[in-house]
């Protein structure tokens, strides 16, 4: 149970550090759930990575729902 709390920790904390606060929104809700679920698979830390990629895609598109007439970004 140590190893599972700690290895939480430490992946939240990276995410943290590594992501700006409009770049987050999703992603520590997402990175929590998938770094449970992958943890449980044995891929913690992939599972976190897709769950924090996921969380942003979805928080994004919230975000395009409640809001259409904000321009769409462009891609690079």
Not at 47 to 69: I, L, S
């Amino acid at each position: 149970m140590k190893s599972i709390l700690f290895g939480a920790a430490l992946t939240l904390a990276g995410i943290s550090l590594a992501t700006t606060g409009a770049e987050a929104k999703g992603c520590i809700k997402g990175a929590l759930v998938g770094g449970v679920a992958g943890h449980v698979a044995g891929h913690g830390v992939l599972g976190a990575a897709a769950g924090c990629a996921v969380g942003r895609h979805q928080a994004n598109k919230r975000d395009r729902e409640q809001n259409p007439a904000q321009p769409q970004p462009q891609a690079r």
